[in-house]
């Protein structure tokens, strides 16, 4: 197990509805990012948190937003859902912002809209 | 901008055949190359650190900044390393997002 935890594994919503996806990150991680990734955009960069801050923000829609709690989890929000928001949501963590050593990544959250 | 170019969307070999899956990246400063894999519904793991110069499952990758190449490689695939291979890049200074490229499907035939 990596370490990086999201939940819920799979989540089918309807159209216009609103969804929090949950992360918590790998004990000791201080960083979190989330990335949308789609068969035909790719891993697309979301947002990233630091010790509870915002460090960098990406693509990420105005439906969308995230925040990171003082216990480091990490929740992502996606409102008036549309078709084209199924993906699959990857919550990333690193001990510091922009480490050398890389990510590691949860197992993801899918998310289909109907 | 930085950008990260992987012009291969599926790259088919048969086992034992050497493999080399491209990444092109388009950055000013010093970049941070990664290599990661994910295997079939699994999650995306790091294989590889530029700066490591490491060798993970046979592979090794060289950061070539004159063609701001880090390409993938392996002198004999196995069905294995069936996976999806994303390169991914970080800029330095105060940008810490990791940038992907859209990944290559490699599948090796047995």
């Known amino acids: 197990d990596s370490g990086v935890t999201q939940t819920p594994k799979h989540l089918i919503t309807a159209t216009g509805q609103r969804v929090t996806l949950r992360c918590s990150p790998r004990s000791g991680d201080l960083s979190v990012y989330w990335y949308q990734q789609s068969l035909d955009q790719g891993l697309q960069f979301l947002i990233q948190y630091y010790n509870g801050e915002e460090r960098a923000k990406g693509n990420i829609l105005e439906r969308f937003s995230a925040q990171q709690f003082p216990d480091l989890h990490s929740e992502l929000n996606l409102s008036s859902l549309e078709l084209g928001d199924s993906a699959l949501y990857f919550c990333?963590?690193?001990?510091?912002?922009?480490?050398?050593?890389?990510?590691?990544f949860g197992s993801g959250t899918r998310l289909t809209v109907v | 901008a930085q950008r990260v170019t992987q012009p291969e969307k599926l790259l088919s070999v048969f086992k034992g055949a050497p493999v080399e899956l491209k990444c092109n990246y388009s950055y000013s400063g010093s970049p941070e190359l990664f290599w990661y894999v994910q295997y079939s519904r699994q999650r995306l793991q790091l294989l590889l650190r530029?700066?490591s110069r490491e060798s993970i499952k046979g592979f090794t990758a060289d950061l070539n900044k004159g063609e701001t190449s880090f390409h993938l490689k392996k002198p004999f695939a196995q069905e294995e390393d069936s996976a999806m291979y994303y390169c991914?890049?970080?800029?330095?200074?105060?940008?810490?997002?990791?940038?992907f490229g859209k990944g290559t499907l490699l599948t090796v035939n047995p």
């Open positions: 990333a963590s690193s001990l510091e912002p922009g480490t050398i050593y890389g990510y590691t």
């Open positions: 991914a890049l970080r800029s330095g200074g105060s940008n810490y997002k990791l940038t």
């Open positions: 530029h700066i």
